[in-house]
């Protein structure tokens, strides 16, 4: 059984940062994307950043330059390093994984959230 546990989370000033980490348990294969996910009151969900087996990262428009997404695949974690944070960067961050498997298979796998908020 796979199980994604999200920390960091909190509350931050305007400017100030956050590194967010989830720690992965449980068999994930050795071809997956690790993603940060983020949900505003309100909003729909959106991805913030993602991150290949291999590295390869992508960023949402809004993050870039300000947030870098980072793993370790020895113990099995997926940091989230956010710098000059805005207000509009408060949500709930949602740690997922997508696990690739034979004939186009996927398996989606979620934390259960962690709240960052940013006054201004």
């Known amino acids: 059984q796979v199980q994604l546990v999200e920390s960091g989370g909190g509350l931050v000033q305007a400017g100030g940062s956050l590194r967010l980490s989830c720690a992965v348990s449980?068999?994930?294969?050795?071809?997956?994307?690790m993603n940060w996910y983020r949900q505003a009151p309100g909003k729909q969900r959106e991805v913030v950043a993602t991150i290949t087996t291999s590295g390869s990262t992508t960023y949402a428009d809004s993050v870039k330059g300000r947030f870098t997404i980072s793993r370790d695949n020895v113990k099995i974690t997926v940091y989230l390093q956010m710098n000059s944070l805005k207000p509009e960067d408060t949500a709930v961050y949602y740690c997922?994984?997508?696990?690739?498997?034979?004939?186009?298979?996927?398996?989606?796998?979620w934390g259960q959230g962690t709240q960052v908020t940013v006054s201004s």
């Open positions: 997922n994984v997508v696990r690739y498997r034979s004939f186009a298979r996927t398996e989606n796998y």
């Open positions: 449980g068999d994930i294969g050795s071809l997956n994307t």
